[in-house]
């Protein structure tokens, strides 16, 4: 069984569509988050989670919101897309409040926007 | 804001040659994970050092603390094919983890 699922996988659009991304966990843990890679590999928090509220919003311009509908799943959405916004965007997890002893990472979710 | 800086970036080695990372801070750091990320995959959490000089062994791996808490190391001996990937080290302050440039390793067998 996956521990930190994603959806989709690959995410293909054109610059000013609206897309969400899904994350869920199984892992029974509090604290979820989004992370953004870079082309450079550069891996940077953009929100965290705990128990359904907002913990982490890391200067991430407001196109993108986070929704948290319980503590198992944490989705993406991201208005108005643009070009910088292609990257891989992985969900993770983890136990208890703050950065966590080990976060589980999900498979990623590769975004192109053309 | 603060800055996590690993060197080398890249690095090519041997099967069986050793390789290691290390990670800078310009801050005192509480506790410091290490990850793993294979090409085309997720980071995946190797281990988290805590105290002031701290030494923790995983099978061919060492991790290592400094003594002023700013920087860190992994060491790798005898490498693998299987241990092609890019290495990140994430300090974390109270609340989140701030992720290293990572260093990308090629084994050539």
């Known amino acids: 069984d996956t521990a930190v699922s994603q959806t989709p996988k690959y995410l293909v659009t054109q610059m000013g569509n609206d897309k969400s991304i899904k994350c869920e966990q199984n892992?029974?843990?509090?604290?979820m988050y989004w992370y953004k890679q870079d082309s450079k590999k550069f891996l940077k928090i953009m929100f965290s989670?705990?128990?359904?509220?907002?913990?982490i919003n890391e200067t991430v311009p407001n196109r993108f919101s986070p929704k948290s509908p319980d503590k198992a799943h944490l989705n993406l959405h991201i208005n108005s897309l643009e070009l910088g916004d292609s990257a891989v965007y992985f969900c993770?997890?983890?136990?208890?409040?703050?950065?966590?002893?080990?976060?589980?990472f999900g498979p990623g979710t590769r975004l192109t926007v053309l | 804001g603060q800055q996590v800086m690993q060197i080398p970036q890249y690095q090519h080695v041997q099967e069986g040659e050793d390789f290691t990372t290390y990670c800078n801070s310009s801050?005192?750091?509480?506790?410091i994970q290490w990850y793993k990320q294979r090409p085309g995959g997720h980071p995946v959490f190797l281990i988290q050092?805590?105290?002031?000089?701290e030494v923790k062994k995983q099978k061919r791996l060492t991790f290592q603390f400094g003594e002023a808490k700013k920087n860190s190391s992994l060491h790798i001996t005898a490498t693998q094919t299987t241990d092609v990937g890019t290495y990140f080290c994430?300090?974390?302050?109270?609340?989140?983890?701030?992720f290293g440039t990572g260093t990308r390793l090629q084994v050539f067998p």
């Open positions: 993770a997890s983890s136990h208890g409040i703050g950065p966590g002893v080990g976060q589980f």
């Open positions: 892992l029974g843990h509090d604290t």
């Open positions: 989670y705990n128990n359904k509220e907002l913990i």
């Open positions: 801050t005192t750091l509480s506790n």
């Open positions: 050092l805590v105290k002031s000089g």
């Open positions: 994430a300090p974390s302050n109270t609340d989140k983890l701030i």
